[in-house]
């Protein structure tokens, strides 16, 4: 069911940013309206008929989520997104075994989330190694390998990055961190209903989930918790003692059903998802391609999600080029309008210099995405370079050969 | 962000857009900035013989509010002396323009590039010492 009003609305952009955010599906909706407002019972309400309905819907969520990563349902946990998951995960385990172990592995690419837990759990004393990325954006094995040691409790590692789409060698990892005695958390809020998922063929401990990036709402995400062998983890939130004492709280009854229902969705249409996108993301990319020289691709491009592109277009400023596809709702690389000038730390990461991570755009292609779309996108995008180059006298410089690194610029 | 009109309007019809022959002695080129401060703006004047600038150019990477800026500059600076043209202020650009604080330095950069385009051409033609009493 393709409902061609989604991103698509008369005035608005056309929606290309869909690992910033998904519309929740029509399916989904449906689902969660009925917990809304009959069927309003609290889940945990052991008394009487409107909590028994609510809490079957909740656990049959549980199950759909459980199912889409191949876990136990016994082993999810609701809460509030990715980010209350990955702070639960990494403080959770790092406090719970901090008398053995004080030493966190992650990557320099991970999301904001997750370093940011890292760097408050530096000043409570914790030891943490940020490891680099390799240019296309992937970990280097060995050198993981050679990091954890016998005191590394937790190695956190995204299953899919945010900004460039690659995909993490998850099996590989998780072979790792079972090898050392390390648990191994991921964050999958971009790579669930995306790839293939299997916690127990992938050796992962803990995983985080998010319902907005897969057609659910806002506001609810999932932590998958290892029972065997069995992760501990020390609760942030107390009350209670739902979610297994990991989590307090009432649970949002139509948020779990909207999440389960996004899960089971996402499950049954992912292979034919992922090819749909891939061939539109291959015509978008082609199409830019042909029309514009001295295009990059950031990021590796086979070890990538189908739904994500992200080209850096040399010789043009990001803020300009986000002023130019202004009928195209996508993201840049560029921070110029926030109050920070700068540019994404993903792709300076991969060792991209600021000019080019600056002029950068991340293109998030999602279900409701259709292939007119994506040729509007091209057009608009060339339309926009080449005018930008048209003005741009270091595109003049380039064309005379003239090497911009050997000019001695008046930086200000 | 949101910008103002006429930042749009010079975004989507920039005037002057062009170059001239910086070897040429009646041509003055200004090229300021720097690609990693994701500005550089080049601007060119062609002075007449009587001290008019007679045409004005420009090429700019940069934000809208830099296209803009060095855009309206070749405007203005067309038919005036150069003392006159030296006399334009960031501020009389930034008004002009609406531009919100964090794009100031889009204007005084522009004013940079007439200045650095009437040096170049006043050391072309021997005028130095007087671009010195000046300035």
């Known amino acids: 069911m393709t409902i061609p009003s989604i991103g698509r609305r008369p005035g608005q952009p056309i929606y290309l940013d869909y690992q910033a955010t998904t519309p929740c599906d029509p399916r989904v909706v449906e689902k969660m309206l009925p917990y809304f407002t009959e069927k309003f019972g609290n889940p945990h309400s052991r008394n009487h008929a409107y909590g028994w309905e609510a809490e079957e819907a909740v656990e049959q969520a549980r199950e759909q989520v459980a199912a889409i990563i191949g876990a136990d349902a016994k082993e999810i946990i609701f809460t509030s997104g990715a980010t209350e998951s990955n702070n639960l995960a990494i403080k959770g385990v790092a406090q719970f075994y901090k008398d053995k172990k004080d030493h966190i592995v992650t990557v320099v690419t991970e999301h904001k989330c997750v370093l940011d837990t890292c760097r408050h759990l530096e000043q409570e004393g914790f030891k943490v190694t940020y490891l680099p990325v390799k240019p296309n954006g992937l970990i280097d094995l060995a050198e993981l390998e050679a990091v954890v040691t016998d005191k590394t409790a937790i190695v956190s590692v995204m299953g899919v990055n945010n900004e460039i789409g690659v995909i993490q060698p998850l099996a590989e990892i998780g072979a790792i961190c079972r090898k050392k005695g390390a648990f191994f958390h991921t964050d999958c809020a971009q790579a669930v209903g995306k790839i293939e998922l299997d916690v127990n063929a992938m050796n992962i401990d803990l995983m985080s989930i998010s319902g907005h990036k897969i057609y659910g709402p806002k506001g609810i995400g999932a932590l998958y918790v290892r029972r065997r062998p069995r992760v501990r983890i020390v609760p942030m939130i107390n009350g209670g003692g739902q ?32 090819e749909r996108l891939r061939g539109m993301r291959d015509r978008l990319l082609g199409g830019l391609k042909q029309r514009l020289p001295e295009i990059y691709v950031n990021g590796d491009l086979d070890n990538r999600v189908a739904g994500n592109i992200n080209i850096s277009f040399a010789f043009v400023e990001g803020e300009g080029l986000m002023m130019g596809v202004k009928d195209l709702a996508v993201s840049s690389g560029s921070a110029c309008t926030s109050a920070s000038l700068e540019p994404s730390y993903v792709l300076r990461a991969l060792g991209l210099d600021a000019e080019m991570a600056h002029t950068s755009l991340r293109f998030g292609l999602g279900r409701f995405t259709t292939q007119e779309d994506i040729d509007y996108a091209i057009d608009h995008t060339v339309k926009a370079v080449e005018h930008l180059r048209s003005l741009s006298p270091l595109w003049d410089m380039h064309l005379e050969g003239v090497d911009l690194k050997s000019i001695q610029w008046a930086e200000h | ?96 323009l609406a531009l919100p604080p964090v794009k100031i330095h889009c204007s005084v950069l522009a004013e940079d590039a007439i200045k650095a385009a009437i040096k170049d051409y006043k050391s072309k033609t021997g005028q130095g010492e007087d671009e010195k009493a000046a300035g």
């Open chain 2, 1 to 96: 962000m949101a910008y103002s009109d006429k930042v749009v309007d010079h975004y989507e019809h920039p005037r002057n857009v062009g170059s001239m022959d910086k070897d040429s002695t009646d041509v003055g080129t200004g090229l300021v900035g720097a690609p990693a401060c994701g500005d550089v703006m080049k601007l060119q004047i062609k002075v007449s013989p009587e001290g008019i600038i007679e045409d004005a150019k420009f090429k700019t990477f940069g934000c809208g509010s830099a296209i803009a800026s060095s855009s309206l500059v070749t405007e203005w600076v067309k038919g005036k002396t150069l003392d006159e043209a030296a006399a334009i202020k960031n501020t009389d650009i930034a008004n002009e």
């Open chain 1, 243 to 274: 979610e297994r004492g990991m989590r307090s709280g009432t649970l949002a009854t139509p948020l779990c059903v909207g999440l389960g229902e996004a899960c089971a969705i996402a499950q049954a249409e992912m292979g034919a998802e992922a």
